[in-house]
């Protein structure tokens, strides 16, 4: 009996710290630290609350001069939380033919200072190439983003400050012109990297107060100065509501390029299999 209520005891503290228990979703409070609250965006971004997650997106590639090129491509995510394993978590582009079957694989650990595992797949050399954590800050597969902002980001990466609930002014988007999240109330934090090379100074975070939703980040260089934006889109899904990414609007503004990210089908909990997420597995589908 004494176990029993020990266990509960502990579901209980988990939930309230806003931490993912079971296919729940955690939600943000008041009474939340800085740190707790980058924990419940963390889990709303890589969908811990999920068994698994895949999404069927559309890249809009646009330089300074507007010219658009499109790319199409799948990210999968199987979450599992297990004694080692936090999340494994694969993107391909399968168009156009030219970069068809071009690959990212990252395995994540639940340990804080164990480093991620990624690989880079390139049909035409048909291999992998691991990448290291050096390379966080570099821009992923043709877009304005970095991998960590992509795939590798841990809360435990940066210490934070939390600047007060403001409100959202609001983002009007290349995408559709339309403008989004006028006034909505966000808990603003600062997050100040760990990694001594790291390109940024800081970056802040505007988490919608209601459900923890990441709407905009600002980044800024070391002479704190804005040099990248990034907006987000969101909408729930299936019987469970599970929130997640429905649009990403990322720009550079050094060099004027941008990246739109348009997430066309996004499916929860479909029971896929950890043996999808292996390099060997990668090479063998078709795309």
């Known amino acids: 009996m004494k176990k029993i209520i020990y266990v509960l005891s502990c579901l209980l503290i988990l ?4 931490i993912s228990i079971g296919g729940e979703v955690p939600r943000p409070s008041d009474t939340m630290s800085p740190e707790q609250l980058a924990s419940v965006w963390y889990d709303i971004e890589y969908s811990r609350f999920a068994r698994d997650y895949k999404n069927y997106n559309t890249f809009i590639l646009i330089d300074r ?3 658009k090129r499109e790319r199409k491509a799948v990210r999968a995510r199987i979450i599992l939380n297990n004694k080692e394993i936090d ?21 994540t650990y639940l340990k804080p200072d164990k480093e991620r595992e990624q690989w880079l797949y390139l049909p035409s050399m048909r291999k992998a190439r691991r990448s290291s954590p050096s390379e ?14 992509i795939s590798t980001w841990k ?9 007060g609930i403001k409100q959202f002014e ?10 989004y ?12 990297p760990k990694r001594k090379n790291a390109v940024r100074s800081k970056r802040t975070f505007w988490l919608r107060k209601q459900d923890g939703c990441c709407l905009f980040q600002e980044v800024f260089d070391k002479n704190g100065k804005i040099y990248k934006t990034l907006f987000r889109k969101f909408d729930e899904f299936g019987e469970k509501k599970y929130p997640a990414t429905v649009l990403v609007e990322a720009k550079d503004l050094r060099t004027g390029d941008s990246t739109i990210i348009r997430c066309d ?11 999808e997420f292996t390099i060997e597995q990668l090479q063998r589908m078709k795309w």
């Not at 939930?15 to 806003?18: E, K, R, S, T, V």
């Not at 809360?155 to 600047?163: A, D, G, I, M, V």
């Not at 999240?181 to 100040?192: D, I, R």
């Not at 089908?265 to 043996?275: L, R």
């Open 65 to 67: 001069d507007g010219a």
């Open 155 to 163: 809360p435990q990466h940066e210490t934070y400050s939390l600047k």
């Open 87 to 107: 999340y494994k978590d694969y993107a391909v582009f399968f168009s156009p033919a030219s970069i068809r079957g071009v690959a990212m694989l990252t395995w």
């Open 170 to 179: 609001g983002y009007t988007t290349i995408f559709d012109g339309a403008r």
């Open 181 to 192: 999240y006028s006034e909505e109330p966000c808990f603003v934090l600062e997050a100040f």
């Open 15 to 18: 939930a309230g710290l806003g």
């Open 136 to 149: 966080d800050d570099e821009n992923a597969l043709g877009t304005v983003l970095t991998y960590e902002e």
């Open 265 to 275: 089908k996004i499916v929860f909990d479909s029971g896929m299999d950890e043996t």
